[in-house]
């Protein structure tokens, strides 16, 4: 046999096994993958991402805490000692009255059988009728909700107008164990004023500014005057204890290798604590706004009480005292699912400022 030019041996074709063969059709082009092959791949890939799993895992917690806060506030009118509706109607009532009050209110049936009615009515809307008034619970709520809503969400706005300036300052002035005397200051007051609870605080506000100078009405919901203390009294213990924390995270912050960076480029002051310190401190802080929020939204129970404050606190200690459960039923799902829905905001908020902790999480 003759060797090519240059001696080398000649090499024979390997033949190919069957499995590395491209497939193809009998007109030996190759076939085109199936349009519902590959949106099968795109739902599996998306359904694999951090991000669903994360919503997944959410939505699924708040439905379970959801039906575990709707079957509570069922249980709430069967565990009272006695007949609720006599409770509520009072002794002078005649019996016939107090057994047509029931069968209205489905008290009669099974309990699988009012429990299954109450979602039912749930779904649809319906929170039943007031034992007391006959009005539906639906309705009192949606009168009273919104002064507690504007209570709350102005309490809020004060305590992180207040408690972001302050935390900010106090971290920039005391860092690196600058100012003793005022971080000591600090902490002090903050520690005394974050200890009280918010009905003391509100009567010590009504005696100096209401009674003692007669600078704002003691009670009732009118102009802005009237929006002073309530909202003081529901701000001034969330405010001091944010700006504690974000005192704290300023601090840590300005020891990290991004600040020294920028201090060597010489940035500004105003750009370096704003725009570098201020949101990297808030990440870590967002978590107790979203708590100090759900306490607010709790705490306007008491002090809408001592203010005469027409909201949904009110209303539920005045249902509480009159035994009118299906009110109470009501006010109590819309707080829990107020506090829900807050935590569920503050979990999106922290996943979409920081998504590393999603991907951790998943």
Excluded at 262 to 286: D, F, Q, W
Aim: hydrophobic letters at 50%.
């Amino acid at each position: 046999m003759a060797l090519p030019p240059g001696g080398a041996t000649p090499r024979t074709p390997r033949a190919m096994s069957p499995a590395a063969l491209p497939e193809t059709g009998g007109d030996g082009t190759a076939p085109e993958r199936s349009a519902s092959g590959g949106g099968l791949d795109s739902l599996i890939a998306a359904a694999a991402s951090p991000w669903s799993r994360f919503a997944a895992r959410r939505l699924g917690q708040l439905l379970i805490s959801v039906l575990i806060l709707v079957t509570a506030s069922f249980l709430m009118i069967h565990l009272v000692p006695g007949d609720p509706v006599r409770a509520a109607l009072g002794l002078d009532a005649s019996q016939g009255v107090v057994n047509a009050r029931r069968a209205a209110l489905g008290l009669n049936d099974p309990l699988w059988l009012q429990y299954v009615h109450y979602l039912r009515n749930l779904l649809t809307g319906k929170m039943g009728d007031s034992i007391t008034s006959g009005l539906p619970v639906a309705q009192t709520i949606g009168q009273r909700l919104p002064a507690t809503l504007e209570l709350a969400g102005c309490a809020f706005a004060v305590a992180i107008a207040v408690a972001v300036p302050l935390g900010l300052t106090m971290g920039v002035v005391t860092r690196g164990g600058r100012r003793r005397g005022a971080e000591l200051s600090f902490t002090a007051v903050a520690v005394v004023l974050g200890a009280i609870p918010g009905f003391l605080l509100a009567f010590g506000l009504i005696d100096v500014f209401s009674v003692q100078l007669g600078w704002t009405p003691v009670a009732l919901q009118g102009g802005f005057s009237s929006y002073v203390l309530p909202v003081l009294s529901l701000a001034i213990g969330p405010s001091v204890i944010l700006a504690r924390i974000l005192r704290l995270e300023v601090l840590a912050a300005l020891q990290a290798d991004y600040v020294r960076t920028a201090r060597a480029k010489r940035l500004p002051s105003a750009r370096l604590y704003l725009g570098h310190v201020l949101p990297n401190a808030l990440t870590a802080t967002i978590t107790v706004c979203g708590l100090l929020l759900a306490g607010l939204v709790a705490g306007t129970v008491l002090i809408e009480n001592v203010f005469a404050w027409p909201g949904l606190g009110q209303t539920m200690v005045v249902s509480i005292i009159s035994k009118d459960y299906p009110v109470v039923q009501g006010i109590v799902l819309v707080y829990g699912t107020g506090v829900l829905l807050v935590n569920l905001v503050v979990d999106v908020t922290l996943a979409l400022l920081d998504p590393r902790s999603t991907i951790r999480e998943s």
